[in-house]
């Protein structure tokens, strides 16, 4: 059956003027109109409703969806009678001259509409919508292209040479050489076309690689899943008002038609971008009942709950109770991060000083599975971006992300300080101090001008970790070392300040537990599936993530006691904390530090307000982390000043929690000492 064009053009123009899209297309042609430049094209944006069309008309409706160049067309029609009945653009001739972009507002939620690289066959031919989500990994320079062109014919007798017969405009999939060529010829005489340059439309243009969500879990360092995928980017168009749109490490859904380019002998799949979008997420919206119980159990602390929760935490793959300081920072840096774009990003960057490296990498390659934008970084790549030539064929500069960037709102953890040169160790304390990460692009080399210099945001916590044994075999300990420093020697002391917390993984309790470590993982060689503790099968890796999930997006706010003891034990360690040469060993940014680390164990104890036992536990966990760096203060804390009992009973989590009322009596006493003034809060300060 014939589809009925004229019924089709009347419900374009019915939901033009229901939507409102007829009232913006007028307000474009004025702008046109007023205009005093000359114009052989005109482009117009409509956003599209495909259910709200398909409502009115579901053959007008399917067009959109499957065949949006026939629809465009019939829009195009609409829009230039309407241009002509109500004489809205003076220089308008013809209506080959309208470019009409057909905007969906979105796509049906169905299989079909998703375009997936990883499930096969692909339909890249039929010219139809398709939806595509996940993460930037690559962007070009934006460089331009040939919008649209007009063309007349050579031969001056002949009609068509003169007016706007000939126009050429740039669709989906097609090349420069499609839009602009020499070897247009007249269909009225057959004469080789000739191309007006003045009226040449030019716009901008930028491509883009992204991989799927799916592909992250390549880049993790400890996996579940027994599955194995092949993964590989693809390349999206941005043109006009989508370019930079998308900025590196961010996820989108992107709405657009899928191409099939040819470069050379390789042929790739790529979309033309239509519309980029921000995609939804859904996030559990309460803990589970198992960690409500233990909630209820520890409600008569604020310290239990969080003592508890480190204590089991990994036990998949390390006995429960050991490393319990470095498992709570972990959670810590864990709940601290945030999937959202339009979040403001918090930060705890953790250092970890250890004798066996072989139980860190794994308790770190599990941990930092736990959240989404958890990468393990690969030696053979780069941690930060670089600049290559983009592979399109278009000889422009293209930053590929890197590891930082690809891990935006969550952990990079970037393996063993020691394997990285001496530029790199200079660029990672460049980051972490500016979070801002600089690449230079030489003009002549990518066929600009001048030389361009971008600075990226980096908004990621870095994980890293140092071999002490190694350190202290490699130097030898001065006889003047400070009570309570290590010897981290080979690690420049600027980028040891410019982590937020150094953990020392050489506790008495972690030193005494060799044989249940030994035991533990002969019981996983034996069978990896078998939980080996009754704490593994009560809170599973999947509780973990869920309760991450819903602890990480609490919004809490700094209660106005917690503050003062914060600013107090600031402003009290600066002043005893003060060398004759060097000055403070305390920057700026060890407020923003103590406040991060407050707010992280509110949300791990699921409290949207920050109180004074929260603060308690970040200051212990800093004073420890400056004890390491350079030595014990007047507010001395032992090593193990967090955890300074083995929890397996409830009798020794009330120790704990006398010692940590203790702890405050103590740091109370330090603050009226050394900061009588802590409570004025200056705005210097």
Known sequence: MRPNLQKMKEVALTYLDRSGGLQKFVEDCKLYNDSKQSYAVFRFLISVNPSDVAELDATLGNYILHEPVRATKIFQTVCFTAVKTLTLIQQLQTEAQMNIVLKPTHLPSLPCYTLSLCKFPF?????????SEGIVIAATAITKYTQGARFICSEETCPFAEGFQYIRIHTPGATESATVRNDFVCSLCSSPLQEDIKYRVLGDKQIVEIIEIKAMNAFRGFSTSKKYFRFQSFTVFLRDELANKMKI??????????????????????????????????????????????????????????????????????????????????????????????????????????????ILERLLNYSVCLVARGIKHIPSGEVFPTV????????VASIQAGSALLAKGGICFIGELSSYKKDKLEQLQSVLESRTATVFIP?????????????????????????????????????????????????????????????????????????????????????????????????????????????????????????????????????????????????????????????????LSIRTKVLEEDALIAILLYESSLTLKHGAS????????????????????????????????????????????????????
């Open 123 to 131: 339909d890249y031919m039929s010219q139809r919508f398709y939806m």
């Open 249 to 358: 490490g961010n996820r989108y859904k992107v709405i657009g038609i899928p191409v099939c380019m040819q470069n050379g002998s390789q042929v790739t799949v790529c979309l033309e971008a239509n519309s980029v979008l921000f995609p939804n997420f859904r996030d559990p919206s309460c803990v589970s009942e198992k960690f409500k119980h233990l909630l209820a159990l520890t409600s008569d602390s604020c310290w239990r709950f969080t003592a508890v929760l480190a204590d089991s935490f990994a036990s998949q793959v390390l006995p429960p109770g050991i490393c319990n300081a470095l498992k709570l920072a972990l959670l810590l840096s864990l709940v601290q991060t945030n999937d959202r774009e339009e979040a403001t990003a918090e930060y705890l960057d953790l250092l970890v000083a250890t004798n066996d490296s072989l």
């Open 388 to 395: 290559t030539k983009d592979k399109h064929g278009t000889g």
């Open 443 to 603: 003009g002549k080399k990518y066929g600009e001008d001048i030389d361009q210099q971008i600075s990226l945001p980096i908004q990621t916590s870095f994980w890293s970790f140092i071999d002490a044994d190694f350190c202290s075999r490699k130097h030898t300990l001065k006889d003047d070392t400070p009570i309570g420093q290590i010897d981290l020697n080979l690690t420049p002391v600027n980028l040891m300040d410019a982590f937020g917390l150094l953990i020392h993984c050489t506790e008495p309790s972690f030193c005494h537990s060799v044989l249940p470590i030994v035991d533990f993982i002969f019981k996983k060689a034996v069978d990896p599936e078998e939980a080996s503790y009754v704490v593994s099968q009560q809170f599973k890796t999947q509780d973990y993530e869920e309760f991450l999930a819903f602890a990480k997006n609490l919004h809490v706010e700094l209660g106005s006691e917690a503050e003062k003891l914060i600013h107090g034990y600031y402003l009290a360690s600066r002043r005893v904390r003060t060398h004759s040469t060097h000055g403070s060993y305390l920057s700026t940014a060890a407020l923003k530090v103590l406040i991060s680390l407050s707010e992280a164990h509110a949300k």
């Open 634 to 685: 007047v507010f001395c804390v032992p090593p193990n000043a967090v955890f300074p009992f083995e929890l397996n009973s409830e009798n020794s989590l009330a120790q704990r929690d006398v010692y940590l009322m203790q702890c405050h009596q103590h740091l109370m006493q330090f603050i009226a000492t050394y900061g009588p003034a802590a409570h004025m809060l200056s705005s210097e300060d």
